[in-house]
């Protein structure tokens, strides 16, 4: 069973920076697309970055110019670099990994953006 584990959440004033670490149980590698996505309260999932193999990163307008994803292949790391936060920024986010028909999640990471 993969694991997806993620951590790096906290309350930032806006205008901070934050990096969330997803950590996996298995080669990074191994998984066809790999991702972040957020849920505000009240409102759907949504996609914040994604990853596909041997494509470029894309980004959610929202978030273009101030969220970076990387990856750490020989620690099968995710990270997502979160600069110029915003209140709207407010959401859990999670981890996401697919490989052929499964798609796997991680439990989330709150950000709080807030004065």
């Known amino acids: 069973q993969v694991q997806l584990v993620e951590s790096g959440g906290g309350l930032v004033q806006p205008g901070g920076s934050l990096r969330l670490s997803c950590a996996a149980s298995?080669?990074?590698?191994?998984?066809?697309?790999m991702g972040w996505y957020r849920q505000a309260p009240g409102k759907e999932r949504e996609l914040v970055a994604s990853?596909?193999?041997?494509?470029?990163?894309v980004y959610a307008d929202s978030v273009k110019g101030r969220f970076t994803m990387s990856r750490d292949s020989a620690k099968n790391m995710l990270y997502l670099q979160m600069n110029s936060l915003k209140p709207e920024d407010t959401a859990v986010y999670f981890c996401?990994?697919?490989?052929?028909?499964?798609?796997?999640w991680g439990q989330g990471t709150q950000v709080t953006v807030s004065s």
């Open positions: 996401n990994a697919r490989f052929a028909t499964s798609t796997y």
């Open positions: 298995r080669s990074i590698f191994s998984f066809s697309t």
């Open positions: 990853i596909t193999y041997g494509d470029s990163p």
